[in-house]
Nanobody
Framework: QVQLEESGGGSVQAGDSMSLSCRAS????????LAWFRQTPGKAREIVGG????????YYGDSVKGRFTIARDVAANTLYLQLNSLKPEDTAVYYC??????????????????WGQGTQVTVSS
């Protein structure tokens, strides 16, 4: 079992920046992929981006490329998301997720077994 706890989030203006953190506890994250997803009411969860814990390789969803950055602190078992140049359409609940590497695409929620509770990000124009 992996427990994930997000922190950060809140309300900002368009163009502002924000950072989110996700602390993992429980089993080792070796061979895991960790990611951020977001979801708005009535829509499926959308990949924001993720990272291969073992080597730090990152990947991003098309809607956030060039604006958001994912990083990790292995010693602290913590995943980070830096959100820059925020837009109103970035408003969503942001979730941290973890799963073992597999043949399932890491861009889909099916690849992840463990999820945090989510944190709200609201961007006003």
């Amino acid at each position: 079992q992996v427990q994930l706890e997000e922190s950060g989030g809140g309300s900002v203006q368009a163009g502002d920046s924000m950072s989110l953190s996700c602390r993992a506890s429980g089993r080792t994250l070796r061979f895991h992929i960790l990611a951020w997803f977001r979801q708005t009411p009535g829509k499926a969860r959308e990949i924001v981006g993720g990272i291969r814990w073992d080597d730090g390789t990152t990947y991003y969803g098309d809607s956030v490329k060039g604006r958001f950055t994912i990083a990790r602190d292995v010693a602290a078992n913590t995943l980070y998301l830096q959100l820059n140049s925020l837009k109103p359409e970035d408003t969503a609940v942001y979730y941290c997720a973890s799963g073992l590497k597999s043949t399932i695409s890491s861009l889909t929620s099916r690849a992840y077994s463990y999820w945090g509770q989510g944190t709200q990000v609201t961007v006003s124009s």
